[in-house]
């Protein structure tokens, strides 16, 4: 009777293990970690590291083209003068067109030649010809077209010098013909400006030089009013050298 007894109690234990402890199901995770009896890291089911989030700004409802600046031809070396018709103004970023170019200059022409040189008469004297030729030699040089000879006008002023000469006077007004004016009326030369130079030298080319450096006669020499000259030229008497007259007619 207590055989039966122990068996009964030893079956009911291994029933009672069996219904609370079930057998666990082999190669199982769990089972594996309640037989080890700790917790472990089960490899490829761990979750991925988190990345850092990237911001992208969202795009402008309407992007403007990129357009790189050209390169400056004023600071590149070996750029010529031409190009483009436009340019940029780089400072405020808008396209501005490039000015219209300059209009080309009409080539400027060369001065006109000079008159030419009139030779003298040859009813003047040789010191006569002698302050022609230079006396319209300094007008031309000075831009002023020469003079002509005339030749009562010439006629007029030998008068006037050889009283001069003989009456050892130097002045404009003549002791016996009266004024310059008066002198070239009375020869029947008409006339709408008059004028006369004076000088007295040791040669022609003195007594012209001495009026050269004088304004008021230098004025008479360059005005371009006048058209004809007579000039007379004879011995000074009373000491060595020349006397000289000028008359200068307007017509």
Known sequence: MLQKRSVFCLVLSLLLIAVFYPAPALGSPRGQMERQGFAVEIKGLQQPPLEAPVHNPPAPANPLPHNPAPADPAASPGTGSGGSTAQRNFRSGAFMPAPAPAPVPDPVPFPPTAPALP???SWMTASEAQAFMLLNQYRIAHGIPPVQAHRALTEVARLKVRDMSENNYFAHNSPTYGSPGNM????????????????????????????????????????????????????????PGIIMVQLWLKP
Not at 215 to 230: D, E, F, S
Request: aromatic fraction near 8%.
């Open 184 to 239: 070239v009326r009375q020869a029947g030369i008409k006339f709408s400006a008059l004028g006369e130079n004076l000088s007295g030298a040791g040669n022609v080319q003195q007594a012209h030089a001495q009026l050269v450096y004088s304004a008021a006669h230098r004025q008479i020499m360059l005005n371009p009013n006048y058209h004809y000259v007579g000039i007379g030229i004879v011995p000074w008497k009373a000491t």
């Open 119 to 121: 030779d003298a008469p």
